[in-house]
């Protein structure tokens, strides 16, 4: 059976947030579209929400509106909340739990930081069995600098999805992953 996974799709990275991403409001309403497919089929929907404890954090900090999930993708009652402290969405969390409680086989993934948590969890669910579906315009990034040089947001969010693409995910466009629900 087929989940849909949504990760940290939270105020914080869109405009106005602590850590604005690029291209989080198309992303975000990519993800909407995901969404609304998987609710009219009646298909299992997990919302994934960071919560950032550990000192020193800057973002999706408790009790702050940047921690909330964003408009696009509000989960509505029944729908299951998995709250995170770690970029993979696996890690402490309940989240394999109420996929293997759910008899959950294929995950359609998107969300934000590509290059952290999108990145990190479509790995860690490859090795746990899943077959992974990623809508790469449903994820958005940010530039990233190493060694003094810039990577654009593009450029990160192309290599990530080059990456996974093939033997982690078949990474494809949301109307696509629409269009197979």
């Known amino acids: 059976m087929k989940a849909l996974v949504l990760i940290d799709i939270q105020n914080d990275y869109f405009p106005g947030g602590k850590m604005e991403l690029v291209g989080s409001e ?3 309403q990519h993800a909407g579209r995901l969404l609304a497919g998987f609710r009219a089929k009646k298909a299992p929907v997990f ?15 408790p009790d702050t509106n940047g921690v909330n ?4 993708v509000l989960p509505l009652r029944g729908e299951v909340v998995v709250t995170k402290k770690y970029p993979n969405a696996f890690h402490e969390t309940t989240l394999l739990r109420q996929l293997r409680e ?6 359609v993934i998107a969300g934000m930081m590509t290059h952290m948590c999108i990145d990190t969890a479509v790995r860690a669910a490859f090795d746990l069995g899943f077959t992974c579906l990623v809508a790469h315009d449903a994820c958005a990034t940010r530039d990233l600098t190493f060694g003094g040089k810039t990577v654009s947001a593009d450029n990160v969010q192309a290599a990530y999805m080059a990456a996974l693409n093939w033997i982690f995910a078949r990474v494809e466009k949301t109307e696509t992953l629409c269009k197979e629900l």
């Open 26 to 28: 198309q992303a975000g």
């Open 47 to 61: 919302h994934v929400q960071h919560i950032s404890t550990h000192p020193g954090a800057t973002f999706f900090l």
């Open 69 to 72: 999930i964003h408009a696009s």
């Open 102 to 107: 759910s008899a959950i086989d294929t995950l």
